[in-house]
């Protein structure tokens, strides 16, 4: 089993940037690939970056690629995404998810262990 716990979420105007995280506990963190995905109101939950074991490859939705990036610490058993130019469109819960497997995955019923989710709010 893996424990995953996110946060740093929260209000932010337009333009603005925030930095998530979630911390994993259980299992060896590093041999999971991990996953940011989110859900706005009304909307599928959609697939936003994920990062391979080792931190070497990631892979990001066309609509996040060049604001956010995505990074682990495998010694702090963390991963991260960082958030720049941030748009109210990027509204949503914030999920952080583990997958077994090495390789970046962008499809949801991959992973095996999803977080409680944080809540990032873009006001114009």
């Known amino acids: 089993q893996v424990q995953l716990v996110e946060s740093g979420g929260g209000l932010v105007q337009a333009g603005g940037s925030l930095r998530l995280s979630c911390a994993a506990s259980g299992r060896t963190f590093s041999s999971y690939t991990m996953g940011w995905f989110r859900q706005a109101p009304g909307k599928e939950r959609e697939f936003v970056a994920s990062?391979?074991?080792?931190?070497?490859?990631?892979y990001y939705a066309d609509s996040v690629k060049g604001r956010f990036t995505i990074s682990r610490d495998n010694a702090k058993s963390t991963v991260y995404l960082q958030m720049n130019s941030l748009k109210p469109e990027d509204t949503a819960v914030y999920y952080c998810?583990?997958?077994?497997?090495?390789?970046?995955?962008?499809?949801?019923?991959?992973?095996?262990?999803w977080g409680q989710g944080t809540q990032v709010t873009v006001s114009s």
């Open positions: 998810a583990a997958a077994n497997g090495a390789f970046t995955m962008a499809v949801a019923r991959f992973y095996d262990y």
């Open positions: 990062i391979n074991t080792s931190g070497g490859s990631t």
